[in-house]
């Protein structure tokens, strides 16, 4: 990890105090090496409309999956935030288990935040 911070945009969905998110499963990427090392995470969010804009920090504990358990919950949480993914597709099990993705589940413990106008 050489002690740099490593920062890498990913889909994401909030619901009920953790950060869902997914990743190819096998990868051999600096975000799971880091994750792997150190599950000690900060994720930042962002957003622009218009004039006004917000930042969102959140500080927490990642566990990382690729069991059907872990991505039927996610694709779950996906669709009832309204952000299908897929083409808004229902995956049974079976499908599941054959998508080579890992899950990855930030536990939140902080969150701190800044809104404005340019």
């Known amino acids: 990890m050489n002690d ?3 920062a890498v945009p990913m889909s994401y969905v909030y619901s009920d105090g953790v ?3 997914h ?5 051999k990427g600096k975000k799971v090496e880091y ?3 150190n599950p000690r995470v900060c994720f930042q969010m962002d957003s622009l409309s218009g ?3 917000s930042s969102v920090l959140a500080y927490g504990t990642a566990s990382l999956s690729s069991d059907v358990a872990a991505k039927m919950k996610m694709f ?3 669709t009832k935030k309204g952000i299908g993914g897929h083409g808004g597709k229902q995956f049974k099990a079976e499908d599941l288990e054959k998508m080579p993705m890992t899950i990855w589940e930030i536990k939140v413990e902080e969150m701190t935040g ?3 106008i340019w």
């Not at 990743?23 to 990868?27: D, E, F, I, L, M």
């Open 4 to 6: 740099h911070p490593y």
């Open 19 to 21: 950060i869902y998110l």
């Open 23 to 27: 990743s190819r499963v096998g990868g």
């Open 35 to 37: 994750a792997t090392g």
């Open 51 to 53: 004039e006004k804009w």
């Open 76 to 78: 779950e949480v996906f």
């Open 114 to 116: 800044r809104e404005g």
